[in-house]
């Protein structure tokens, strides 16, 4: 089902899933992943993938975060969007300070992942890290160049960026060379 051009997720309230013996039923967490080089390895949360993708889907036996350039597990990258099912605030609640000193996320995928399974969805996106300064240039510049009603005045925006620049450069360059000469003169 769809609202608009977007997805939405529907849960039939006319029907139950139970298990025969009783015990609740665990859904698998899924996460978007990304392929990504491991030179990165040290910035970002990764899975570890069991098996060969299918259907634009992976199976996920735990996660990272942070590993360190040589030592990611794969080289799918955590994207930051999930779908978790409620006992992922048990797990939070049962993790010790990890990476960092802080609690974190991806610790918690791991441990939902080991005990019940999850699900990575590939994701065909290119990752804009807007917690570095270029990243956020780069995001920036992509949703400004990406959208049709921004597109325009970005492009004149930037135009007059490199304009100005480019007068303050030759103004240097000008004002070097007469110093130079001055110099000479002397």
Same mark, same amino acid.
């Given at each position: 089902?769809?609202?608009?051009?977007?997805?939405?997720?529907?849960?039939?309230?006319?029907? &139950?899933?139970?298990?025969?013996?009783?015990?609740?039923?665990?859904?698998?967490?899924? &996460?978007?992943?990304?392929?990504?080089? !491991?030179?990165?390895?040290?910035?970002? *949360? $990764? %899975?570890?993938?069991?098996?060969?993708?299918?259907?634009?889907? %992976?199976?996920?036996?735990?996660?990272?975060?942070?590993? *360190?350039?040589?030592?990611?597990?794969?080289?799918?990258?955590?994207? *930051?969007?999930? %779908?978790?099912?409620?006992?992922?605030?048990?797990?939070?609640?049962?993790?010790?300070?990890?990476?960092?000193?802080?609690?974190?996320? !991806?610790?918690?995928?791991?441990?939902?992942?080991?005990?019940?399974? /999850?699900?990575?969805?590939?994701?065909?996106?290119?990752?804009?890290?807007?917690?570095?300064?270029?990243?956020?240039?780069?995001? !920036?510049?992509? &949703?400004?160049?990406?959208?049709?009603?921004? /597109?325009?005045? $970005?492009?004149?925006?930037?135009?007059?960026?490199?304009?100005?620049?480019? *007068?303050?450069?030759?103004?240097?360059?000008?004002?070097?060379?007469?110093?130079?000469?001055?110099?000479?003169?002397?």
């Amino acid at each position: 089902m769809a609202v608009g051009d977007r997805g939405s997720p529907r849960f039939l309230n006319s029907s &139950v899933v139970h298990r025969a013996d009783g015990r609740r039923l665990r859904r698998p967490a899924v &996460v978007a992943v990304e392929r990504v080089g !491991t030179e990165v390895a040290d910035r970002y *949360g $990764f %899975v570890e993938a069991d098996g060969a993708e299918a259907a634009g889907l %992976v199976a996920v036996s735990g996660a990272v975060e942070k590993p *360190g350039i040589g030592n990611a597990p794969s080289d799918l990258v955590l994207l *930051g969007r999930y %779908v978790f099912p409620p006992c992922i605030f048990d797990d939070l609640r049962a993790l010790a300070p990890g990476h960092g000193g802080e609690i974190q996320l !991806t610790d918690a995928i791991h441990r939902a992942a080991r005990r019940d399974g /999850a699900v990575g969805l590939l994701v065909d996106h290119v990752l804009l890290d807007i917690g570095m300064p270029a990243g956020l240039l780069e995001a !920036t510049a992509a &949703v400004g160049l990406a959208r049709p009603d921004l /597109a325009p005045a $970005f492009r004149d925006a930037i135009r007059r960026m490199f304009e100005k620049q480019r *007068g303050i450069q030759g103004a240097r360059r000008r004002w070097r060379s007469l110093l130079a000469a001055a110099g000479a003169m002397m």
